[in-house]
């Protein structure tokens, strides 16, 4: 089972809500990796009785077990399902979306096509310099984000095949004018206009003023979240409007009480 695999199941896993175990069993110096959920082995690799078990414990007392079983060291997570992004890129927006990402408790896989300085993005969960990999992560389930500033030759390329294998967020770093370009490119490489236009999120962001990479990287992954959690983008003063609520507080017929929301805790 390689890492792109790997990887293409996570999303999997993650878009259906489920929460999941991790297991990674150490053998030498290789560290082969599986995920068990609904008690169940996703790659059919831990599937001993003793391993389910034991993540079943993981998952019901909400802890990271370890164990040795058959002379092989085996690590069993639990983690609520969160997101996986795959950014396309080397640059420093790139970057910033591995930071950003990693902060707000997405997995975040890095592709790039012999430019990326693994040292600069050792926080992804997954990386690869070759190109080739994208084909083998992208599904319908991917969230996939081309963020080259000013663009590098491979775009056209990773754009082709995020398209081709239907990803269900596409997002493309880009003028309106390049933009309108890689449009025309995947039109001429036998894509529908339709359907291009109907994926295709470019320029990416959501119009906050961004202006440095951390914030272009913010703006971008708001939107991400704005589109898989199906939400308006509107200020919360808007969504919430308190001034329904002012009368009654001035005349003292609702009190002030402790908040109950916490928000929801991605274990990192």
Same mark, same amino acid.
């Given at each position: 089972?390689?890492?792109?695999?790997?990887?293409?199941a996570?999303?999997?896993?993650?878009?259906?809500?489920?929460?999941?175990?991790?297991?990674?069993?150490?053998?030498?110096?290789?560290?082969?990796?599986?995920?068990? @959920?609904?008690?169940?082995?996703?790659? +059919?690799?831990?599937?001993?009785? /003793?391993? &389910?078990?034991? !993540?079943? $414990?993981?998952? =019901?007392?909400?802890?990271?077990?370890?164990?040795?079983?058959n002379?092989?060291?085996?690590i069993?997570?639990?983690?609520?399902?969160?997101?996986?992004?795959?950014?396309?890129?080397?640059?420093?927006?790139?970057?910033?979306?591995l930071?950003?990402?990693?902060?707000?408790?997405?997995?975040?896989?890095?592709?790039?096509?012999?430019?990326?300085?693994?040292?600069?993005?050792?926080?992804?969960?997954?990386?690869?310099?070759?190109?080739?990999?994208?084909?083998?992560?992208?599904?319908?389930?991917?969230? @996939?984000?081309?963020?080259?500033?000013? +663009?590098?030759?491979?775009?056209? /390329?990773? &754009?082709?095949? !995020?398209? $081709?294998?239907? =990803?269900?967020?596409?997002?493309?770093?880009?003028?309106?004018?390049?933009?309108?370009?890689?449009?025309?490119?995947?039109?001429?490489?036998?894509l529908?206009?339709?359907?291009?236009?109907?994926?295709?999120?470019?320029?990416?962001?959501?119009?906050?003023?961004a202006?440095t990479?951390?914030?272009?990287?913010?703006?971008?992954?708001a939107?991400?979240?704005?589109?898989?959690?199906?939400?308006?983008?509107?200020?919360?003063?808007?969504?919430?409007?308190?001034?329904?609520?002012?009368?009654?507080?001035?005349?003292?017929r609702?009190?002030?009480?402790?908040?109950?929301?916490?928000?929801?805790? &991605?274990?990192?």
């Amino acid at each position: 089972m390689s890492s792109c695999e790997f990887f293409r199941a996570l999303t999997k896993v993650s878009s259906e809500g489920d929460k999941i175990v991790i297991v990674k069993m150490l053998v030498g110096d290789n560290v082969i990796s599986d995920i068990v @959920v609904n008690g169940k082995s996703l790659l +059919g690799i831990a599937t001993g009785n /003793e391993v &389910l078990e034991l !993540a079943s $414990k993981a998952l =019901a007392e909400n802890r990271t077990i370890e164990a040795v079983i058959n002379n092989v060291r085996v690590i069993l997570e639990p983690v609520e399902p969160r997101p996986t992004v795959i950014v396309v890129g080397s640059g420093l927006i790139a970057r910033a979306l591995l930071d950003v990402g990693n902060a707000i408790g997405y997995y975040v896989a890095v592709v790039g096509n012999g430019d990326i300085d693994k040292d600069r993005f050792s926080g992804a969960y997954f990386i690869s310099n070759d190109l080739r990999d994208l084909e083998k992560l992208v599904d319908e389930n991917s969230i @996939v984000i081309i963020a080259n500033e000013g +663009g590098k030759p491979y775009d056209a /390329e990773a &754009l082709y095949i !995020a398209l $081709k294998h239907n =990803a269900k967020f596409i997002g493309l770093l880009a003028s309106q004018r390049r933009a309108a370009i890689m449009i025309a490119d995947m039109v001429r490489r036998g894509l529908s206009l339709d359907y291009v236009l109907s994926k295709l999120h470019s320029p990416v962001g959501l119009d906050i003023g961004a202006k440095t990479a951390g914030e272009i990287a913010l703006s971008i992954l708001a939107e991400v979240m704005m589109f898989i959690r199906n939400a308006s983008g509107k200020p919360m003063r808007e969504v919430k409007d308190p001034r329904k609520f002012i009368k009654d507080a001035l005349e003292g017929r609702i009190q002030e009480q402790s908040c109950s929301w916490r928000p929801t805790e &991605l274990k990192l």
